[in-house]
T-cell receptor
Framework: DGGITQSPKYLFRKEGQNVTLSCEQN?????MYWYRQDPGQGLRLIYY???????QKGDIAEGYSVSREKKESFPLTVTSAQKNPTAFYLC??????????????FGPGTRLTVL | AQSVTQLDSHVSVSEGTPVLLRCNYS??????LFWYVQHPNKGLQLLLK??????LVKGINGFEAEFKKSETSFHLTKPSAHMSDAAEYFC??????????FGQGTELSVKP
């Protein structure tokens, strides 16, 4: 089956700890994205990557880091510098080159709770 | 600047009655627009997208949306609601380069 997988589904972290969220896709998409979703709000872009070994900050990158060593993988690290990390995190991918019609496909999400 | 506004944070309908979820957008060029649906604790699923080919767009599960440039609207409709339609719905506008701007979401409740 083709798609996007995120793991784990639920994640608990103590304050002061870094944690890494996994995102893998087998759609052969070049671009990948990380979003954060808080209750009653739309999604906000954290980081995105248009190609392997390259990524750009989104609107709320502070306290987060990413890597893109492989086309199919785009892990997100939530660092201790992120002041309010409890949220639902969504990964997406798309195939750019279609201008503004790019469609993003989403994974099932990871719910991170800081204890 | 591009933006999207969903006019209702919550809509409640009875099963079998029509659904209308309202979305207005602001864009300096002809935009691409999407509707996504999200069930609780799940990812987003694409319902439909408008890419200037036709103003009336048909999507999955009986949903459709009409692009009205004069009203800068892209409202989502369905003739007859089903219990399984209860979810949160997001109207989204695409920027050049592929970045997305999300509306705040509309929660749809369906009463039996």
């Amino acid at each position: 089956d083709g798609g996007i997988t995120q793991s784990p589904k639920y994640l608990f972290r103590k304050e002061g700890q870094n944690v890494t969220l996994s995102c893998e896709q087998n759609l052969n998409h070049d671009a990948m994205y990380w979003y954060r979703q808080d209750p009653g709000q739309g999604l906000r872009l954290i980081y995105y990557s248009q190609i392997v070994n390259d990524f750009q900050k989104g609107d709320i990158a502070e306290g987060y880091s990413v890597s893109r060593e492989k086309k199919e993988s785009f892990p997100l690290t939530v660092t201790s510098a992120q002041k309010n990390p409890t949220a639902f995190y969504l990964c997406a991918s798309s195939m750019p080159g279609q201008g503004a019609t790019d469609t993003q496909y989403f994974g099932p999400g990871t719910r991170l709770t800081v204890l | 600047a591009q933006s999207v506004t969903q006019l209702d944070s919550h809509v409640s309908v009875s099963e079998g009655t029509p659904v209308l979820l309202r979305c207005n957008y602001s864009s300096s060029y002809s935009p691409s627009l999407f509707w996504y649906v999200q069930h609780p604790n799940k990812g987003l699923q694409l319902l439909l997208k408008y890419t200037s080919a036709a103003t009336l767009v048909k999507g999955i599960n009986g949903f459709e949306a009409e692009f009205k440039k004069s009203e800068t609207s892209f409202h989502l409709t369905k003739p007859s609601a089903h219990m399984s339609d209860a979810a949160e719905y997001f109207c989204v506008v695409s920027l050049l380069g592929g970045k997305l701007i999300f509306g705040q979401g509309t929660e749809l409740s369906v009463k039996p």
